[in-house]
């Protein structure tokens, strides 16, 4: 099948930096994305990997592996409103281009 | 505010009732996506749409429908409501046919008494 797994969940202290894993079973995709979402409210995307290597955007980084079937987003300077699930999400090849497939999602949590 | 409107906001209706949510997406965005989020299922693709054409479907139940009308504004219509279809509703809007970026709408919380 086509599935994106993450951890369910991770804790970490303000100032450190964590790392959430995102290890697919699809065949291939067409790049990988991260969103982020706080409670009840509306994923928020955050980046996007369309090649292997590393994208960074101020104090989040995001990285891909294809031949590791791997990537994951680290997030540094941590912040108490970084608190909040995060989803890896791709649109995988062999189906719809357009069907984006979300993760199984990682509830971080900053503590002080 | 990520530009997409969604309506209304909350949603308590019974077992076997129909309900129409309602999404404005991103001014000049063409395609809007609508997705499904419960506690047990994660986010789940339901349907897409780009300018007024249907694109892709995902786990969509046959009870459930959608349309894009002229003016781009979208409506995902539930009926036979169940228990289990108690979620939030989010819409999602792109500029492209196939975005990796999406603006998300702040969503429908729908509960099925």
């Known amino acids: 099948g086509q599935s994106l797994e993450q951890p369910s969940e991770v804790t970490a202290v303000e100032g450190a930096i964590v790392q959430i894993n995102c290890t697919y079973q699809t065949s291939g995709f067409y790049g990988l994305s991260w969103y982020q979402q706080h409670d009840g409210g509306a994923p928020t995307f955050l980046s996007y990997?369309?090649?292997?290597g590393l994208e960074e955007t101020g104090r989040f980084s995001s990285f891909l592996s294809r031949s590791d079937s791997y990537g994951y987003l680290l997030l540094q300077e941590l912040q108490m409103k970084d608190s909040a699930s995060y989803f890896c999400?791709?649109?995988?090849?062999?189906?719809?281009?357009?069907?984006?497939?979300f993760g199984t999602g990682t509830l971080l949590a900053v503590q002080p | 505010d990520s530009g997409v409107t969604q309506t209304p906001k909350h949603l308590i209706t019974a077992t076997g009732q129909r309900v129409t949510l309602r999404c404005s997406p991103r001014?000049?965005?063409?395609?809007v996506y609508w997705y499904q989020q419960s506690l047990d299922q994660g986010l789940q693709f339901l349907i897409q749409?780009?300018?007024?054409?249907?694109?892709a479907k995902g786990n969509i139940l046959e009870r459930f429908s959608a349309q894009q009308f002229p003016d781009l504004h979208s409506e995902l219509n539930l009926s036979s409501l169940e228990l289990g279809d108690s979620a939030l509703y989010f819409c999602a809007s792109s500029a492209g046919t196939a975005s990796h970026e999406q603006y998300f709408g702040p969503g429908t919380r729908l509960t099925v008494t």
């Open positions: 749409y780009y300018n007024g054409e249907e694109r």
């Open positions: 001014s000049g965005d063409l395609s």
């Open positions: 999400a791709a649109f995988p090849y062999g189906g719809a281009t357009n069907k984006l497939i």
């Open positions: 990997n369309a090649l292997d």
